[in-house]
């Protein structure tokens, strides 16, 4: 079945560092969906793209979709202790006639100090 | 608009009891998606109903099932509770559930002892 795995894991970065997360999904995607979840949250939706090759900015981050629609990532410009939280992606299969369940990535957990 | 609301917000069980979550979506939504949360697996998806009917399923025992309303609201149950089912129920509500973002309730903590 469709994996969509994310690295890293966990990123303990200083404020004011820049982070990136990545997502690789196994197969093709139709588009793809981040989310955030604060500690004791639930995941709150970020954005979405579909368009190969898309980026897209939300101030400090900045979402793009690679060429092939196989993988992502996020990068965020001077973290901000508000920044901590798990982020999450999450890729939809084209559709061939059942619908595809949205599947998420593993997550990466951002961690920023002082 | 209301938020998607999901009770109760704790449960306690043990095991080999049943158990019952309820979701309701946002006002408007008529696709539901529950997942499961846990430290190790994090977020696996449990399945996805549309206009009372289950539109995807993913690779969960029999145990598990649920069910929409006409209002679409949405139930699961977990029968036959084991230990390794205490993790934290999210229920999500999307416009339609292709195309559209998902929004998630609060969850739903359940322990098995």
């Known amino acids: 079945g469709q994996q969509v795995m994310q690295i890293p894991q966990y990123q303990h970065v200083q404020e004011g560092e820049d982070f990136t997360t990545y997502c690789n999904s196994s197969t093709t995607l139709s588009n793809i969906q981040w989310y955030k979840q604060r500690p004791g949250g639930h995941p709150v939706f970020l954005i979405q793209?579909?368009?190969?090759?898309e980026v897209k900015k939300q101030k400090r981050l900045t979402f793009q979709f690679g060429e092939a629609k196989k993988n992502s990532s996020l990068h965020i410009t001077a973290t901000q202790t508000t920044d901590v939280g798990t982020y999450f992606c999450?890729?939809?299969?084209?559709?061939?006639?059942?619908?595809?369940?949205?599947?998420f990535g593993t997550g990466t957990r951002l961690q920023v100090t002082l | 608009k209301a938020g998607v609301t999901q009770t109760p917000r704790y449960l306690i069980k043990t095991r080999g009891q049943q158990v019952t979550l309820s979701c309701s979506p946002i006002?408007?939504?008529?696709?539901v998606s529950w997942y499961q949360q846990t430290p190790g697996q994090g977020l696996q998806f449990l399945f996805e109903?549309?206009?009372?009917?289950?539109?995807n399923k993913g690779n969960f025992p029999g145990r598990f099932s649920g069910r929409q309303f006409s209002n679409s609201r949405s139930e699961m149950n977990v029968s036959t509770l084991e230990l390794g089912d205490s993790a934290l129920y999210l229920c999500?509500?999307?416009?339609?559930?292709?195309?559209?973002?998902?929004?998630f309730g609060p969850g739903t903590r359940l322990t098995v002892t």
């Open positions: 999500a509500s999307s416009l339609d559930g292709r195309v559209y973002e998902q929004y």
């Open positions: 109903y549309f206009s009372e009917t289950q539109r």
């Open positions: 999450a890729g939809r299969a084209p559709q061939t006639g059942t619908a595809s369940k949205l599947t």
């Open positions: 006002s408007g939504h008529r696709s």
């Open positions: 793209l579909v368009k190969s090759g």
